[in-house]
């Protein structure tokens, strides 16, 4: 009895799946490309170019979109008597500026006056340069500053991160930087706790195994033993050691490996530091931790990138500083190290390490100012490992003379700090050049360290943004002269599109006469035609629709035939 019902039931079930279609299938996933087809890369390439042109017209049209909205506004602003709110903003803003300047002193003349205070009160000075780019961290203005102060102060060269470049590499740059001050090789530690490192049981079997992960320093004790001497020799009781350098070299690092625990934050953030703060190593050592010298603007965009005081977190357009990072490297070397495929553009670089890494916002779109985030701390941090090549001809620079070296030579034993700094190369590990990037650098970086040529700078920094101002007011002002309201841009283009085809037909008709000058000059005995090509008098013989014309149907008589 319940069979029939059964069945109604199924073929019921069956009716209502064919009327809704493909509903409630799953879609399948997209099979991708096989390995074995031909052409496989430029057909991904295709993909991804159209992905990518499909993101940017939405970017253009969400513009254009945001564009229209702002011309409205503007124009409602025009018609009010009310001040426009962006100059209401930029007046406020300047105000504030005024009033800062009054109260006190800009976070930037704050960090120049405390450089200034570690650099007048230290008897030797450690200038911390990156192994990866030497020349590149070396800032002359702070070397002049040393050098030509009324103290006799020490400079020493330390050359941190060795164990992020070739061995052979950092010889080269330890020959190259000895010709000009006492250099010492440094790998700081990283890891270190509010405990002293000393309650740590090492066994020796593990001691060189420890030495190549960033938990341990090397290069400390050499740097202990080149102050003493330096103690001894000036017959001091106790001197003061500042440490300088550009954001991220590991200044308070460095300050952490000497004191075998952590006395100064550390951190991948840039001017972490804004403050000087004093650390007693020991008796005859107190160590002065100052904040990061400010590049100045007029460096290159790659000094600029890579030294810049301004947070990471806090770039307006990272994606712009990754490039000049980019055209600086080997770009094979670059594909091997993050696992991409060729690019072309910084842009398509950051879209493939985007997607690489999983790095997505709403709708799949690739997060591209997360991977330029992420490119920056990778290349400023300990991530990558880079180098650059020492100049093949060494010269001194203007305001180092031969007997500055010779001064600075003799405040230390020179024959010590060679075996100390061959041993500390001995004992780290380091990369092979085969897995080392390949990097052109731009020479010293030009550093801000007088409050006068800071005032200069922002000042200059003021009126060009100013200027920038005044010429986006201008263009708002041009904007609104020569725009209408949106619902006579219809009117406008039917005008424009009508104003064409009246210009069309007026060559039509210029063409037409020439045509028939020549047809006159040809046979001068033809009986002249005017011809009147203008519509604006009515014509007699025109045929009027309106009359209506009967046909006359009456017989034919045959007399007329």
């Known amino acids: 009895m319940h069979v029939p019902l059964v069945r109604e039931h199924k073929r019921k079930v069956r009716k209502e799946a064919k009327k809704q279609g ?51 506004r503007k124009l409602e602003a025009s018609k009010d008597p009310e001040i426009n709110e962006k100059q209401l903003k930029r007046t406020a803003l300047k105000q504030q500026k005024k009033v800062d300047k009054l109260e006190g002193k800009s976070p930037r003349k704050s960090v120049c006056s ?44 330390v050359l941190n991160k060795i164990d992020l470049v070739p061995k052979e590499n950092a010889g080269k740059w330890l020959q190259y930087l000895e010709n000009e001050f006492p250099v010492v090789v440094f790998k700081s530690s990283t890891q270190l706790q509010d405990r002293t490192m000393e309650q740590k049981k090492i066994s020796k079997l593990n001691n060189s195994i420890e030495i190549s992960h960033s938990n341990t320093c090397v290069g400390g004790e050499s740097l202990l033993k080149l102050l003493g001497s330096y103690c001894r020799k000036q017959d001091l009781k106790s001197i003061k050691v500042g440490v300088v350098g550009f954001p991220n070299v590991g200044k308070s690092s460095i300050i952490n490996s000497l004191k075998k625990m952590r006395a100064c934050n550390v951190g991948q953030i840039r001017g972490l530091t804004k403050s000087m703060q004093e650390v007693h190593v020991d008796k005859q050592i107190k160590v002065l931790d100052s904040p990061s010298i400010i590049a100045s603007s007029s460096n290159s965009a790659v000094a600029l990138s890579l030294r810049n005081i301004v947070d990471i977190e806090a770039l307006e357009n990272p994606s712009s500083v990754v490039e000049p990072i980019l055209k600086n490297c080997n770009k094979q070397q670059v594909m091997l190290q993050y696992n991409i495929p060729d690019f072309r553009t910084s842009l398509e670089f950051l879209t493939l390490l985007a997607r690489k890494r999983s790095m997505l916002k709403k709708g799949g ?61 001995k004992a780290v590990r380091c990369p092979n050049l085969a897995s080392s990037i390949v990097f052109q650098s731009t020479g010293p970086t030009n550093g801000l360290i007088k409050e006068d040529n800071m005032e200069e700078e922002m000042h200059d920094q003021e009126i060009n943004e100013e200027d920038a101002d005044d010429r986006s007011v201008g263009r ?9 309201i949106d619902k006579n841009e219809n009117l406008k283009a039917d005008g424009c599109s009508i104003a064409k085809m009246l210009q069309v037909k007026q060559m039509e008709v210029s063409s037409k006469k020439r045509q028939l000058e020549s047809e006159k000059i040809a046979d001068p005995n033809q009986k002249p035609i005017s011809v009147d090509l203008s519509c604006e008098k009515p014509m007699e013989d025109a045929y009027d629709f309106n009359t209506d014309y009967i046909e006359d149907l009456s017989p034919v008589p045959i007399s007329s035939l």
């Open 476 to 484: 708002e002002n041009l904007e609104a002269e020569y725009i209408e």
């Open 22 to 72: 493909n509903k409630g299938k799953k879609s399948r996933k997209d099979p991708g490309v096989p390995n074995s087809a031909p052409f496989k890369e430029a057909i991904l390439r295709e993909a991804e170019q159209r992905k990518q042109n499909l993101e940017e017209l939405k970017q253009k049209q969400k513009l254009a979109r945001q564009k229209e909205v702002a011309k409205k």
């Open 114 to 157: 405390e450089l200034n205070k570690v650099l007048d009160a230290s008897d030797v000075v450690l200038e911390v340069v990156d192994a990866r780019d030497p020349l590149g961290y070396r800032c002359p203005q702070v070397e002049q500053a040393v050098l030509q102060s009324e103290g006799k102060k020490q400079l020493v060269l």
């Open 365 to 425: 779109i690739p997060d591209i100012e997360k991977a330029a985030k992420l490119i920056l701390y990778d290349w400023t941090g300990a991530k990558v490992s880079y180098h650059t090549h020492p100049p093949e001809r060494h010269k001194l620079p203007i305001y180092i003379t031969g007997n500055l070296v010779e001064e600075a030579r003799r405040g230390f034993n020179a024959e010590e700090l060679t075996k100390s700094n061959e041993n500390t190369l």
